[in-house]
């Protein structure tokens, strides 16, 4: 992760080529196929007309994307997670007809139940504490509409998202798990960024994500985003 400062790009670039000569010197091996290693840019600008210089490792151009899928969650280059909830709401209804299978077979409703708390809850919390508190309220909706589906099949109750978050996070008051809306969200995060004239640049690698800091401060302009 890179921020550039003035529109120069020198300090993240050269960060890149220090990891490429660590790996050379360390015996390892980037992986640059299409799947494995892509590059995320992250302009709260205006305008938004700066031409990046792209990123070259190895002689291979590391492709540009709008997304990624980094340890199960989907980053977007907006920072919203419509894009992460879309693809859990997504998965769970899938789950839904081996659900109804078990219903059609007479079932207990507790059997049902921890069937669809293993495999379709599971899903639908899966980093819950990530990106609920900053989700939308149509990313929420999408996800409670397959529990209330879930609901229907077992003729149980069934938690909300809401009560799931609030029993992981123990420790905050309800105003605190719910964090600050999706547009405080990115506006306190465009002003901070406009403010220090900085775009973060991400750079996912195969296996992981490999920090390129410190090239400027990154603390300020990434406080409010936690991941």
């Not at 790009?9 to 960060?15: A, G, K």
């Not at 600008?45 to 540009?64: A, D, F, L, M, N």
């Not at 709008?66 to 419509?82: A, C, E, K, N, P």
Request: glycine share 4%.
């Amino acid at each position: 992760m890179g921020l550039i400062s003035n529109n120069s790009e020198r300090n993240y670039l050269e960060e890149i080529k220090h990891l490429e000569n660590w790996c050379q010197e360390n015996n390892l091996l980037l992986n640059f196929s299409k799947t494995k290693t892509k590059e995320l840019i992250v302009d709260y600008s205006k305008k938004q007309e700066w031409h990046y210089q792209p990123v070259r490792i190895s002689g291979t151009t590391v492709e540009t994307v709008d997304s990624f899928r980094y340890l199960g969650v989907h980053i977007s280059q907006d920072l919203s997670w419509s894009r992460h909830t879309n693809s859990l709401a997504k998965k769970a209804r899938q789950r839904l007809y081996h659900l109804r299978c078990l219903r059609d077979l007479r079932l207990p409703s507790k059997v049902l139940q921890n069937f669809y708390t293993c495999t379709i809850e599971s899903i639908l919390t899966k980093n819950i504490t990530v990106w609920f508190g900053n989700s939308t309220k149509q990313d929420r909706q999408a996800l409670q509409r397959v529990m209330r589906s879930a609901e229907h099949i077992t003729h149980t109750e069934l938690p909300d998202l809401q009560t799931i978050y609030n029993r992981a996070v123990p420790d905050q008051g309800q105003e605190d798990c719910e964090g600050p809306s999706p547009s405080q969200q990115q506006d306190l995060l465009s002003v901070e960024l406009s403010e220090i004239n900085r775009t973060p640049r991400l750079l996912q690698y195969s296996g992981g994500a490999r920090v390129l800091a410190p090239i400027a401060s990154i603390e300020t302009a990434m406080a409010t985003w936690e991941l």
